[in-house]
């Protein structure tokens, strides 16, 4: 920054500072005015060599400081502190910093804020979202990198992932570690008692739903609070059927390409939550309960389906019902004989632009991203790892097992994790929401989010 | 040397207690509300170490914005219906309490000031649970009254929901200006009340010429305050209920500003969003002190 607008915008600030002031009021409500982020020195970049291939397999010896960061939500911790003994131990030298917890992200801002970020970051939980890390350039691009990188076993990093990274602008900047999927879930018990056949399309979705609403319980809920859990398990996976089940679209929505938003497929993926809303399907409670709520009356059968994620089951272990058995598809959105859609939800691991120590964080992906490591992933935080491989065997929960199935069923379309725009994303849980409210119309959702995705390409 | 001494110690007095005072002032709140004024002049993500001069862009485009204007309304009706719920409530409990003497006077005076304890976020949840659609209080009180099973999404309204934020905080704000009423109409001596009962004033009589007047100052703080808190506190409320839904039709300033500046991303948006907090504040309080300026009456 050069140091005149600084100047300007220091004087501005001075003046509006002063009019206030003057006419003496209380002015105590800039307290929750966010961290006095310590900003302006300049990027303390770090000018490492950097440009090391996976070639060699760490066979360097790794010295200093490693920082990483790494949220502690829903998968918890025990993978982590597993991992980084295991990675302690083959690199004794090295002197590892763990810095996780459940307010991490909170709590590491003003370091990245300031040019002194971790290592190495785990990309999960709230207030993190590595789009925007992209657009900020903390991110250490890894496409170089990642091209030949071979894991601590020598096989390539980038043939034993499930699914691909996300690109930015075709770069690679994060790599996913968690292979989730969004969907709906069910209870196959009260299925089987009442008789209702579980649906595998949409057509089949419509006809029990009729019978379940006839048997006076509410097919569908949701959680209208967090309008993403709809947007994740229904509309996207209903927006690539109706694209003949092409993915790129939800690439192109991702990079706010507003012809993207203009599609019929769109039109035709919310026609199907307008379907659902007018045959009184949707439970009326769903637009102002949270997920937990959501979740709660599902389980006690009020409702028969919930859009969620995999992590539902482990969510909500201490109220699950006795003889209650998890029903799960990826999508019901798909016509008749068509393609199981499942959009997958993930968690990335990345590396600071102005990491200080990016040897030993390339060594520690090589690391992670083996074999060893992913079964030890879906046993520790009970979600599939990113890691090819059959996990039949392993002591993953059944569900897992269930969704691991389609994950790597040919019939199924997988829709690698992606991020949207912030402002995008919120525009399209807004007018979610509106929609299913009857408040608005699906025109009226196009062009809402056409107006945000316009304006984040600015 | 030994000259002015007295003056001089007067001076040190006095100043070892305000300047500690004026220096955590203006640490903590001066220095931030510059903070946030200079960053409100900045494009910036909040999570980047470099931001964009804008000059005041962010305030333009807070004009083009539909979801402050509607976020203002909000908070200015959450102004209008607390000063005039939680005035004429805490007045009204304020002279029952103090005026009628009963027996469970004082176990009133408790359980209406325990909402002022609890946390507004318990309150926030406590509420949620009354206005659930489908195991909630409300419906299920208002079920034993129809036929059919009542079933109002209170907070999904797809307009005028706010108006379901304004209960629980006008319940949660009773308590404290009740005690403040309190103490001022404890203040007001006895036979101010017997000389006019014995010209023959009822107790609206009394209410209306002796009470009112001399609690009035009173009453001016608490309106002025109310309008205060209101405008910088409702974000909590707001987050815990609704988190500013269904469609953004109860997102208020503050919860607005959270929302621009840490999960979309636009700090120095949201900086201008408390900056202009800051400036509606300050010009509420002058209009308002100005309407309420009436001849203060005392008691000699």
């Not at chain 1, 490492?48 to 066979?59: I, L, M, P, V």
């Not at chain 1, 632009?353 to 992906?365: P, S, V």
């Amino acid at each position: 920054m050069v140091s005149k607008t600084r100047l300007a915008a220091l004087g501005i600030a001075a003046l509006m500072a002063v009019a206030p002031l003057a006419g003496c009021g209380s002015s105590k409500e800039e307290a929750k005015q966010p961290e006095p982020a310590k900003t302006e020195e300049p990027a303390a970049t770090n000018t490492d060599e950097g440009n090391k291939t996976g070639s060699d397999d760490g066979a360097k010896k790794l010295t200093g400081e490693f920082e990483i960061q790494y949220f502690v939500g829903g998968y918890g911790d025990k993978w982590w502190k597993k991992v980084i003994a295991d990675f302690q131990a083959a690199n004794p030298d090295l002197k590892i910093k763990e810095s996780g917890g459940p307010k991490i992200n909170d709590q590491m801002k003003p370091r990245w804020v300031g040019g002194n970020p971790p290592d190495f970051v785990y990309i999960d939980g709230p207030n993190l979202n590595d789009r925007q890390m992209v657009e900020d350039g903390q991110l250490e691009d890894l496409t170089d990198w990642l091209k030949d990188a071979k894991n601590i076993d020598g096989e390539k990093i980038s043939d034993i992932l499930a699914q691909p990274p996300q690109l930015f602008d075709g770069k690679v900047y994060d790599i996913p570690l968690v292979l989730n999927s969004w969907g709906v879930f069910w209870d196959k018990a009260l299925f089987k008692e009442k008789g209702w056949e579980e649906p595998t399309d949409w057509q089949s979705f419509m006809a029990v739903s009729d019978k379940i609403k006839a048997a006076g319980v509410t097919p569908f809920i949701h959680t209208g609070k967090y309008p993403y859990y709809i947007n994740g398990a229904i509309l996207y996976p209903a927006i690539v059927s109706a694209n003949n089940n092409d993915i790129s679209i939800l690439q192109d929505m991702a990079a706010s390409k507003v012809e993207a938003f203009q599609s019929p497929a769109v039109m035709a993926a919310l026609n199907k939550i307008v379907e659902l809303r007018d045959k009184g399907f949707i439970d009326k409670a769903s637009i102002q309960i949270n997920h937990t709520d959501s979740q709660m009356l599902f389980l006690q059968h009020k409702d028969a389906f919930i859009p969620n994620g995999l992590w539902l089951p482990n969510e909500m272990a201490k109220d699950i019902p006795g003889g209650f058995a998890f029903g799960f598809i990826p999508s019901l959105t798909q016509d008749n004989g068509g393609k199981v859609v499942a959009n997958t939800s993930t968690a990335n691991v990345a590396i600071a632009k102005n990491a200080k120590n990016k040897d030993a964080a390339k060594a520690f992906l090589q690391f992670i991203f083996s074999k060893a490591q992913a079964s030890q992933w879906a046993e520790l935080s009970g979600a599939p790892s990113n890691i090819k491989g059959d996990i039949s065997d392993s002591n993953a929960p059944s569900h897992v097992k269930d969704a691991a199935k389609y994950l790597t069923d040919p019939n199924t379309v997988v829709v690698p994790a992606i991020t949207f725009n912030a402002d995008v994303d919120k525009a399209m849980q807004d007018a979610t929401d509106a929609l299913t409210i009857s408040k608005i119309t699906p025109e009226q959702w196009v062009e809402r989010v056409v107006e945000a995705a316009k304006k984040a390409n600015k | 040397m030994r000259l002015g001494t007295t003056k001089w110690q007067r001076g040190l007095f006095i100043a070892t207690f305000i300047l500690p005072t004026f220096l955590f002032f203006c640490l903590f709140t001066i220095y931030p509300v510059v903070q946030a004024m200079y960053y409100s002049l900045f494009d910036w993500s909040g999570s980047s170490d470099n931001k964009t001069f804008i000059g005041f862009d962010n305030f333009k485009e807070m004009i083009h914005d539909p979801i402050i204007w509607n976020a203002m309304g909000n908070d200015y009706f959450l102004v209008v219906g607390k000063i005039i719920g939680i005035m004429i409530l805490a007045t009204f409990f304020a002279v029952a309490l103090t005026r009628f003497r009963f027996k469970l006077s004082n176990f009133f005076r408790s359980i209406f000031f325990i909402p002022n304890v609890i946390s507004v976020v318990v309150i926030g949840v406590l509420w949620n649970f009354i206005y659930n659609p489908q195991i909630g209080f409300l419906n299920a009180f208002l079920s034993l009254f129809t036929e059919e099973k009542v079933d109002i999404t209170w907070l999904g309204f797809t307009s005028h929901t706010i108006w379901m934020l304004l209960p629980p905080a006008i319940w949660a704000g009773i308590g404290f200006y009740m005690i403040l009423l309190i103490a001022a109409i404890q203040g007001i001596p006895e036979s101010y009340y017997e000389a006019s009962s014995l010209e023959g004033a009822g107790q609206w009589a009394q209410f209306r010429h002796i009470t009112l007047p001399l609690i009035w100052e009173q009453m001016k703080v608490s309106i002025l305050n109310i309008m205060m808190t209101t405008l910088n506190g409702s974000f909590v409320i707001v987050m815990i209920m609704t988190n500013g839904g269904p469609d953004n039709s109860t997102q208020v300033m503050g919860s607005y500003l959270y929302q621009m500046a840490f999960t979309q991303y636009h700090f120095g948006y949201g900086a201008a969003i408390g900056v202009l907090i800051l400036i509606v504040s300050l010009i509420t309080t002058v209009i308002l002190q100005r309407l309420m300026r009436q001849e203060t009456i005392e008691i000699s």
